[in-house]
C-alpha cells in the first residue's frame, strides 16, 4: 500500500498521453489527443500527482475567466491509488489557486460523480438546486445538431 509521502503533487498538467489515460482509466469519458491539447492549453490550473516510480495517477485542473467564473474539471485518480487523499490534494491545491489570484467573490462550480461528492462537501461545496438547475448540451449529438440547426 501506498503512503501519501510517496507521491508528489506537481504544478502544472501532465502530458497528452498521461491525460487522455487518466480520463479513460479513472472512469471519466474518453477524449482524444486533440481534445487533451485544448484542455491542457486551455486551463486556468491544472496540477497532477506522479507516484514513487514517475508514473501521473491522478490530475484535475480550473477553467476560468481569472476573475470571478471558475469551474473544477477532470478530477481523476487512477482506482489502485483512489482512496489516498490525493483528490482531496489536487482540489486544495486548485482552490488555494483561486482564493490567491482571484479577487473576493470568486464562483467556483463543479459536476460531481457520486464517488467524489464527500470530498467536495467537506471543501464547502454544495447543491445548487432548487434554485438553479444543472445543464449541459454536447454538441455533435444528434438532437444537439437538429436543435441549432433549426431557423
Do not use: C, N
Not at 497528452?16 to 480520463?23: I, S
Not at 508514473?55 to 473544477?72: E, H, N
Not at 487523499?85 to 464562483?107: F, S, T
Not at 467537506?122 to 444537439?144: E, K, N, Q, Y
Amino acid at each position: 500500500m501506498h503512503s501519501s509521502d510517496q507521491y508528489e503533487l506537481i504544478d502544472g498538467s501532465p502530458d497528452v498521453a498521461d491525460y487522455v489515460r487518466l480520463r479513460t482509466l479513472s472512469g471519466l469519458s474518453p477524449k482524444t489527443e486533440e481534445q487533451a491539447r485544448g484542455a491542457i492549453a486551455g486551463s486556468w490550473s491544472f496540477r497532477h500527482v506522479r507516484d514513487e516510480t514517475g508514473q501521473t495517477v491522478a490530475m484535475g485542473r480550473v477553467v476560468g475567466d481569472g476573475t470571478w467564473y471558475f469551474l473544477i474539471a477532470d478530477m481523476a485518480t487512477l482506482p489502485e491509488h483512489q482512496g489516498r487523499g490525493l483528490g482531496g490534494k489536487l482540489l486544495d491545491a486548485l482552490l488555494g489557486d483561486i482564493r490567491r489570484l482571484a479577487p473576493e467573490g470568486a464562483y467556483v462550480t463543479l459536476t460531481a460523480d457520486p464517488p467524489g461528492r464527500r470530498l467536495y462537501e467537506s471543501r464547502g461545496f454544495s447543491d445548487v438546486a432548487p434554485d438553479r438547475t444543472g445543464m449541459h448540451l454536447v454538441i455533435g449529438t444528434s438532437h444537439a445538431d437538429e436543435v441549432i440547426s433549426q431557423p
